[in-house]
Structure formats: C-alpha cells, structure tokens
C-alpha cells in the first residue's frame, strides 16, 4: 500500500512491474500503464524513479525468495551428499525440479528494471535458477563415486573371492533409484548383486530384510541367496533378512498375503512349461469337435508354413528333369510360387485330381507369346485355373514388368475359345477365404472335394507341421497373452488396426483354434483350484499396483533381466510404488533367448518407459572369453540394430586363437577328431590344462537329437559335455563344439521361424531376419574361455558361418580349396557341381539361389581388378573375350 497527495493505493504484486512515473506540470506522478495512481508531491525525479523501482522490487520479493531458497535446497542436497559420501537418486532430482520456481523471473526483473536494488545474495538466488540442476547431480555423483572407490578399496577388492572391476564397483556404488546394467557374457553380473546388498547393508542405506532378488529359476535364487550368506558372513555383514527367490515363489506370496490364500502352480507345468497339456487337450478337442478338427489340420497342414508376404523366401525345391525351381508340394511336383502350392496341397489333400501348367488345349502361341500353360487344369470337369500374384490392393510384384498384360491376354484366350477359366489371388487366399471360395466354385462346376488330412504326401522330402510343433506355438502365444494381458476383444482390436500384415483369413483361423485351447486349459486350472505362471504373475502385479499388500523392499534387483515378460515387469514395478526405492536391473539384451517362454525384449530396451528415468552402466570386461572371441560375437550379434551397442573387453592378456570353422560331412567324425587333437595336445603341453590336470569341452547342439554326435567314451582327461544352446546359459567350458552348423529345417539358424501371428500378442515384434537365432549363436559363442569350433558342411553351411568367414579372426580347414561366399545372395559358398557342359561352380543354397559361374582354370591369369576370380574365356556377340570369374561381383573384362 503506498500513500501519496490524493489518498493511498493498494499495489497488486503482479502489477509491481508495470510501475512507472512520469512529469504532469509541478508534479510528478506514479502511474501503472493506464492510469494515474498517486501524485508525488515533493520528490524530485531521481527519489521518484528510485521510489518506483522500490516498489517494483518488494512486490519481487516473494519471488526471489522463492528462488533464494530453492538454490539453498540444492547445496544442501549437493553438500549432504558429499558429506555423506551417498549417491543422489533421480528421485531427488525430479523432486527439485518439481520445486523450481519459474525462470521467467530473471525476466520480470529485468522488465521492471530493478536489478540495482537487488542485493548480491538476491542476485545469485535468481541467476542460480537458470542452473541445470542434472549437470550439477551428475558431477557430485561422480565425484561421490570417485571418493567411494577410493576410500572402500578394501570392500570391493575383498566383498567376493576376486576384487571388482571399476565398472562392477561403479554398478554397486551407482545407488539411483532405477540403474539398468547391461552385463557382457561372463563380466560378473551375480558379483555385482551380492556386493550390492552387501554394500546396501554396509553403509546402512537399507536394512538386510528390505533387500529383495528376483531371479528367473530355483537354481539361480538358491545360488544367490548362498553367495550372499557366504560372502556377508566373510565380510562380517549381517545377512538377515536378505531375501532371494524366484518370481514365481514371490508371486505366489504376494497373492497369499493380499488374499489370505496362497494359490498352486499347475501340476503339469514342471513337465515342459505345458505344451503336453496343450497336445492333450487339443486331441481331445479334435475328438470331439468336427469344426476344431477341421480349423487344426487346416492351419498345421497348409497355413504354418504360409508366407505372409507376397515377395519371401527363395525356392526350397529343383527338378533335375525339367530344370525347374520352386516349391515341392505334397504331390511331389515343384510348382512356382508359395500361394501355387497352398492351392495344391489343398488340393491334394481334398483328393482333387489335377495337373499343374498343362499345356492349353488350343495352340496360341505367336511371336510374342509361347504356348499357354495355366497354373491347374482340372480334367474331371474341364476346367482352366489361374492364380494370380496379387496382393491385397489387387497389384502384382514391382518386379512383374507386364504383368497386367499377361492377365489380360491369358483371360482374352479364354473368352475366345470358349473354355472355364476360374480364377484366385494370393491375397485372397492367404488373407482371405480363397481357398473356400475356390472349393464352393469348383464343387458348383462338379468337381467333388473329400477332405482327408491323413493323406499322406507322396515324397519323402516334403515336411509337414508337426502336431507338437503347432501346440508349442499355442503356448508361446498363451503365454504372451496372458503375460500381455489380451483377451478376445483386445486381440480383435488389434488386428483391426493391424499395419503389419496380420490380418486376414490366416490369423482368424489360428485364433478359431486358439480360443477353445485356452478356454479349456483355464477351465482345468479352475478345476483343480491352481494357477499358471502368467496369470500368477498378472494376478500378483494387480495385488501391487492396487496396493493390496505391503511390500517393504527398498531395495530390489533382478538377475536376467533381458528374460523379463511383461507380467513380470508390472510385478517388479508394483514393488517400487512408493518413494524410496531402488531397482537395479542386470541383463544382457545379447542374451535374449527365451521368446518362447513369454519373455519381451521390448521390456529391456524401453526401460525407462517402464520403470523411470536412470543410468544405464555396462559390464563390459569378461572374465571368460578370448579376446577374439569377444570380437567375433560381438560383431555378428550388433549386426541387428534393435541390440544396444556396446564393447565387449577380455580380462585376458593373450587374445586366444581364432574362431575355427571345421567342413565336414560328419559331424561325429569331426568332434571326435578334435578331441583327439586336444588329447595329443594335452600329451605334448601344447593345450593348457586346468588345476585339476583335465580340460572340459561343452558340445552345444541346437536341438537335443545332436547328441549323438557326442562320442560314447572320451580320451583321458577330457571331460566332455552334451548340452542344447539354451541350456547353456550361464555356463563355460574350456572349449566350446557346435556340431550342426548347417542350412536345413533343423538347421542353424533353424527355419522353423516363429510364427508372425505370434507378433499379435506382442507389443514391440521384432523385424529383423533371425533375430533370436542370432542371439542364440552369440550365447554358443560366449560359453568357451580358449576356443569355439563350428562343425559345418561345405554343401549345406550355415548363414552364419558364410558370414563369420568374412571375419579375418575366423579360421576354416577341412577342405583344400578355399571358400567362396557367394556375389549373388551373400548366405551361401560356391561350391563344384557337375552339368551337361562340365563342372560348374554354384551356390551351395541352390535352389534358393541360382548362382552359377565357371570353373576357373587353376593356370588362368588373376583378375586384375578383383584380385579374387580369374580370367575364363568366355563368348559374347563380338567374339570370345576374357571375363572374371566372379562375375556378376566383379565384371572386368579384355579381348581374348
């Protein structure tokens, strides 16, 4: 309030800057931008702007007190911690921020123009709120972290049998509220766990009985909680009260103690995570039900293996009679295209009888056009049948140059001789109900159908979907869906704003099978009161995350995190609800293996979607593998662009031989061979023993059936070990054997793709070609401590191996002639066929590409230009000529 000649004014503070004076005759005046509010009798002008300016500032003042003690909260916040030598979390910081008065204030001064009446501490407090208070956080924590490595050497060199790292002491001293670790295979991730309780303890940040570990199985929880016991007892901590347990014990307390009844996993489940269950209710599902008996075959028979791309995967079948490549069917004949043989085995089965690109009744070839073939001819009624290569917006391929014409002219022939000519689409028959349609027009021509799904295909390379394969994919899909908390209309949803190719007739069909499965595998879990793992764990999480339980972990950390499903990640956010908790997260994204099992990578990757913002430290530095090992795993596993870059650094001084890549046609016989180098290496002090005089050597095959490619007795002091690539996680061996690194079926990386409906149910699907397979190599690669030898063979190799050859720290022996990679598809090696005309070099994935050059003479000139082909003659239309052998790759040329 301010008095002056006529009366008194009362100044709102936000109207303070506005103040201004001005001269009227013998007065001055105090006016606010719009009208007179007091005349100012006796002040000359300079005590009437510094008056002004006065008000401007008190009316301020709030404000920068505001400021002040903002800028006070944080050097007490920076100061205690530094006193205390304890890490700020983000939680404080978010807290500041949150109490950051507005930074329009240093405006608003300047505005008003009172910076002059501003004391120095006045100032400060409002310069200081332009401060980036993550910068300031983010020094102090490492100075913090400098000073707790330093001053608790001891702690860390002596808290587990080997000291830490600098990176797995930052890890435990990093005490944020959310810390990812992403821990490089064998870097001592479970170190960093047991020092981080132990260091939690130590410093009295959390009590022993508010410190919690997940871990994904029994074996991993029970060797937690005895390396806590024993290195706490060693170091003279107190261990009460620190808690390891699996998800799934947890889980099932949780619900005890918000429900007052502790639920059951199903008995089946300890079998093989349920897919028996599955195999049995869908035989007593297609016993009893014509229409589920009818939906299963169909999908198992003719739409697993569909493609859902218009332009897929390359020609798995060749007929040497009549040169062709293409797909076999289950008739035995190779047909042209993917939607050619859905048509066909669906025919087949249907015991329609039919020939494939029967010569046209009438001649009507002319110079632009040879005989007509059409796609199925149907001689029981004499009907034509094209299938056309269109997709859903009715376009064919961009690589089809003409053919619209085509269509145009192959359906004029039809018009004009007078012949029945039905027609499909891949669209329509992939996506849509063609097949059926096919079938109601067909029968309305005559043609009888008589579906038999038992026939049984003519040939013994043509494969078929196994019953057990498809029941395994119904559990990797329930177990997604129920992780993802789907249900029917969700799903329906989704596929109506599908923008990945899902929808259509083919996943309507699996989920035609699938709803019945899960109904009536819910309905068993009802009958005999129990759970399974993903409802558990969802009913666990909504028990958190509605605050029906207490939970008074303050510290929580998780092992294996690249495992996590969804389900579990609600589960370990509903634990850190309240303010004060910590999460620390060690995983290795690399490591992602068990899609199968429910688990999303996507979980990982988008970590501070979930759970909040924090560092992201790594474990970098392994204590297993070579140095070249290292490198070669790394490199191939980064090729995805989804997985999080980082080094991967041996603790090894030597950098260990290289990667060997054996070519062989028996796998047995190559194992059995390297063995027996090792045990001459042994005997002579070449290969290095362990303490105990023996080495082990893990042999790790994709599928369990590789067994027996594992000798039945070994040489003296070798211990060998048969293991699959998945149950390898988390073990080592001296020297790591993978026997079946081949193209194939059963393959690696094995075709038995997942299934793209299986993208349904996940959130965040992943595009990239073998993604997991990938990964999968990467954890056969990081087992081995000294060496990793791929079995492979020269005609049949791995995408995998033709890619590592590229890699200078890869070896090959085995074969005298070295290994070409393919110029054309870049997935196979060239390897010497026979042909009408001689011997030619091709690509080892024929059919699925046709590359072919010719055999280099051994005394023909290099390539000057390549340096890798030689120079073979060749004719063109101006006469023979010199030309590279690695032509299409490299095309020099010279008069002959």
Not at 609 to 614: L, R
Request: charged share 30%; glycine share 8%.
């Amino acid at each position: 309030m301010l008095a002056g000649g006529d009366g008194t004014r009362t100044i709102a503070p936000e109207d303070a800057a506005e103040l201004r004076i001005r001269r009227r005759w013998f007065r001055w005046e105090l006016v606010d931008g719009r009208e007179r509010l007091l005349r100012l009798r006796g002040l000359g002008k300079p005590d009437a702007v510094a008056l002004a300016r006065a008000v401007r500032h008190l009316a301020l003042t709030p404000w920068i007190s505001d400021a002040a003690s903002w800028r006070d909260d944080v050097r007490e916040l920076v100061e205690g911690a530094l006193e205390l030598q304890r890490w700020i979390p983000s939680e404080s910081v978010a807290e500041l921020e949150a109490r950051r008065p507005d930074g329009s204030l240093q405006d608003e001064i300047r505005v008003a123009r009172c910076e002059e009446s501003l004391d120095d501490d006045e100032l400060e407090a409002v310069r200081f709120l332009s401060t980036d208070l993550r910068a300031v956080v983010d020094e102090t924590n490492e100075r913090i972290a400098a000073a707790e490595l330093r001053t608790r050497r001891r702690f860390f060199d002596t808290i587990e049998k080997s000291p830490l790292t600098d990176e797995q002491a930052r890890a435990v001293v990093c005490f944020d509220n959310r810390v990812q670790v992403l821990a490089a295979a064998g870097s001592g991730k479970t170190s960093v766990l047991v020092a981080r309780a132990a260091y939690a303890v130590e410093r009295g940040f959390v009590r022993p009985d508010r410190i919690l570990l997940l871990a994904f199985n029994r074996a991993a929880a029970a060797e937690l909680q005895e390396r806590i016991a024993a290195r706490f007892t060693a170091a003279g901590i107190d261990a009460t009260g620190v808690r390891a347990t699996t998800f799934h014990s947890f889980g099932l307390d949780v619900i005890g103690r918000a429900t007052g009844q502790k639920p059951r996993l199903a008995s089946w489940l300890d079998l093989d995570d349920g897919n028996r269950m599955v195999m049995q209710i869908v035989d007593e599902l297609r016993d009893s039900s014509r229409e589920f008996r009818y939906g299963w075959d169909l999908y198992r028979l003719l739409f697993a293996d569909a493609p859902t791309k218009l332009s897929v995967d390359a020609p798995d079948a060749y007929d040497r009679t009549s040169k062709r490549r293409g797909y076999r069917t289950f008739r035995g004949e190779i047909v042209r295209s993917h939607g050619e043989r859905l048509i066909a085995n669906f025919l087949y089965l249907n015991g329609v009888d039919y020939r494939y690109e029967q010569p046209y009744v009438h001649h009507v070839a002319d110079a632009t056009h040879s005989q007509y073939r059409p796609d199925f001819y149907y001689p029981a009624v004499d009907v034509w049948h094209e299938h056309w290569a269109l997709d859903r917006d009715g376009n064919p391929p961009p690589e089809f140059t003409g053919y619209r014409e085509g269509m145009a002219w192959k359906r004029g022939v039809h018009a004009e001789y007078g012949t029945t000519l039905v027609e499909s689409t891949w669209a329509d028959v992939v996506f849509g109900d063609g097949l059926r349609k096919l079938e109601a027009e067909l029968t309305a021509l005559g043609l009888e159908f008589d579906w038999n799904p038992d026939r049984r295909p003519a040939g013994e390379r043509v494969r078929q979907t196994r019953h057990e394969d498809l029941a395994r994919l119904v559990r990797t899909f329930m177990a997604h869906v129920k992780s993802n908390g789907w249900n029917r209309e969700s799903l329906d949803e989704r596929l109506r704003r599908d923008k990945r190719g899902l929808a259509g007739y083919r996943t309507r069909l699996f989920l035609s099978i699938y709803w019945p499965i899960h109904e009536e595998w819910n309905r068993r879990l009802a009958a005999e009161g129990s759970v399974d793992f993903e409802d558990m764990l969802v009913r666990a999480a909504d028990h958190l995350e509605a605050g029906g339980v207490d939970t008074p972990h303050e510290l929580v950390m998780v092992d294996e995190f690249q495992d996590a499903s969804r389900a579990r990640a609600r589960l370990v956010r509903g634990l850190l609800k309240e303010p004060g908790r910590h999460l620390l997260a060690v995983g290795d994204d690399w490591q992602a293996i068990n899609r199968f099992a429910g688990a999303d990578l996507s979980v990982m990757t988008e970590f501070e979607t979930w759970f909040g913002p924090g560092p992201q430290l790594a474990l970098t530095t392994t204590f297993r593998c070579s140095q070249t090992i290292c490198d070669v795993a790394s490199s191939f596993v980064m090729k995805n662009p989804r997985q999080f870059v980082k080094p991967m650094r041996s603790a090894r001084r030597h950098p260990g031989p290289p990667v060997l890549v054996v070519c062989s046609e028996s796998p047995a016989e190559a194992v059995s061979a390297f063995l027996e180098r090792l045990a001459t290496g042994l005997g002579e002090g070449s290969v290095e023993a362990g303490p105990d005089g023996r080495i082990t050597v893990d042999v790790l095959g994709r599928y369990r059936f590789e067994r027996e490619v594992v000798p039945a007795s070994a040489p003296d002091r070798i211990e060998v070990t048969f293991r699959t690539v998945h149950g390898s996680k988390g073990l080592e061996a001296d020297y790591v054997l993978v026997p079946g690194m081949t193209t194939g079926t059963y393959g690696f990386p094995s075709t038995i793709a997942d299934d793209p409906v299986l993208d349904l149910a996940m959130p965040v699907p992943e595009d990239f070609a073998h993604a997991e397979e990938r990964r999968l190599f990467y954890v056969a690669l990081t087992r081995a401590r000294h060496q990793v030898v791929l079995v492979t063979s020269r005609h049949r190799m791995s995408p995998f191996v033709v890619e590592l050859l590229e890699d200078a720290r890869v070896t090959i022996e085995g074969d005298e002639e070295p290994v070409d990679v393919c110029p054309e598809c870049g997935r196979g090696t060239l390897i010497e066929r026979s042909g009408r005309n001689g011997p030619f070099l091709g690509c080892s994935t024929f059919p699925a590409c046709g590359f072919t050059r010719s055999v280099a003479d051994p005394d023909a000139p290099p390539c000057p230009a390549c340096g890798r082909g030689s120079l073979v003659r060749r004719n063109g239309r101006r006469g023979p000529f010199l030309g590279c052998s690695n032509y299409p790759a490299c095309t020099y040329t010279r008069d002959a």
